[in-house]
């Protein structure tokens, strides 16, 4: 395992932008030799249209640099590292899961679906389903499911979950999100607690089997361990996504006490990726501002004072790292998840990745400074299933 193979991103062209017409965007692809065009499309903002020529060329990288890039804060993608045989060994399982995806989006209760098979059998013996909450104050849940887990009469971890969550408030977007842990949310130091985190994670393996394609790959396992340095690595803090037309995740970091990055696989369908480490991500943002075409930026932020206050926040980078970090922070925000002269830069820049069934997505997450930043955009015109799993040494 001393090479990885990946595929050369240089076969990615930025070929116009909102204001340009698929006809036109076609026609482009054509004079590039590309067989191919994706439209960046996401919560009602079109930030443009990529070309891609599906048989470029790969190429091998190294463990040592996949190592220096972990320590750089540098996004990993590994085209095809689940081999075809792993997805067709989970394909019924993945069918499944997007038969409930379906049931959750036609309104059905996820708690009453768990009581039926296939869900019921693996369940029965191990997880204890106690109740299902309805949070009507956050306008994101669907439904949190709390469970037990039991050995015989004995319960031996208490108050598991699982959330669904829609992904944004689009009503357009139907990407749903399946999260699994423990404890009190947004509270409790999850890390703190290794043994709930791997009851939670077995929780996700009996509703979500395909999520052996992370936890049970051996070869993953022995790439993260030396990444990371350690002996033994555990997959905690399971997402399943199911990211749909309009949908996906704007620009952010994950961040959590205790974990050291995330393993993401996509299963079904594709996903457009802008990845890039926070340093990199303020390079390109300075750069922007700096450009004498950087009154684009009215197209996205169609206020001068906020547009003053966000070149004051961007005259350094502690200025500007510290703003990122911030929730109300919305023309910075409007510029780097809707402008699409600012996605046009990052595209050209190399910090786009088209990611297929059977890749793997490695995102470091070491500290607030030192992290991959990264937005999500379904490609297709239906949702895909993706695996997003926090990655920590085993205790």
């Known amino acids: 395992m001393d090479e990885i193979y990946i595929k050369v991103e240089a076969s990615r062209h930025y070929i116009g932008g909102s204001d340009t017409s698929a006809h036109k965007a076609e026609n482009i692809a054509k004079k590039l ?10 919560r009602g903002s079109h930030r ?4 891609d020529a599906s048989d470029s060329p790969g190429q091998t990288i190294s463990v040592e640099d996949i190592c220096k890039l972990w320590k750089q804060s540098e996004p990993i993608v590994l085209s ?3 081999d075809s045989n792993g997805l067709i060994e989970q394909k019924d399982h993945i069918d499944q899961s997007y038969r409930l995806m379906n049931d959750v989006l036609n309104d059905e209760e996820c708690n009453e679906l768990l009581y039926q098979e296939p869900y019921f059998s693996r369940l029965s013996n191990r997880f204890e389903i106690l109740s299902s909450i309805y949070d009507e104050n956050d306008p994101q849940a ?3 499911i709390e469970c037990d887990v039991i050995d015989g009469d004995d319960v031996v971890a208490e108050n598991l979950w699982l959330k669904l969550s829609w992904l944004s408030f689009v009503e357009e977007d139907a990407s749903l999100r399946f999260r699994f842990s423990f404890g009190l949310e947004s509270y409790e130091d999850v890390a703190a607690d290794p043994d709930r985190q791997q009851y939670a994670a077995e929780f996700t393996e009996a509703v979500f089997p395909e999520s052996a394609l992370i936890s049970h790959n051996e070869s993953l396992k022995q790439l993260l361990c030396k990444v990371l340095d350690v002996n033994e690595v555990s997959y905690v803090e399971r997402i399943v996504f199911f990211n749909a037309p309009e949908g996906g995740a704007q620009f952010h970091q994950d ?3 205790g974990h050291q990055g ?3 696989a996509q299963l079904r369908g594709r996903t457009g ?3 890039l480490s926070k340093q990199a991500l303020i390079d390109e943002i300075q750069m922007f501002l700096s450009r004498p ?4 930026l009215m197209q996205a932020v169609n206020d001068c004072e906020e547009i003053e206050y966000l070149y004051a926040k961007a005259s350094d980078n502690i200025s500007l790292s510290a703003y990122l970090d911030e929730s109300d922070n919305d023309p910075l925000e409007k510029l780097i998840n809707r402008l699409p002269a600012f996605a046009q830069q990052l595209v050209e820049r190399g910090h786009v990745y088209i990611v297929n069934p059977g890749d793997i997505v490695l995102l470091p997450q070491q500290d607030i400074d030192h992290c991959a930043w990264h937005a999500v955009l379904c490609l297709d015109d239906f949702p895909g299933e993706a695996l997003s799993f926090a990655v920590r040494e085993y205790s």
């Open 262 to 264: 995330v393993v993401f």
């Open 48 to 51: 443009g249209w990529l070309s």
């Open 273 to 275: 990726w802008l990845t």
């Open 80 to 82: 095809g590292f689940i």
């Open 33 to 42: 030799q590309h067989d191919l065009i994706i439209k960046l499309q996401q």
């Open 293 to 296: 075409d950087a009154s684009l």
């Open 255 to 257: 961040i959590e006490k």
């Open 142 to 144: 669907i439904e949190k």
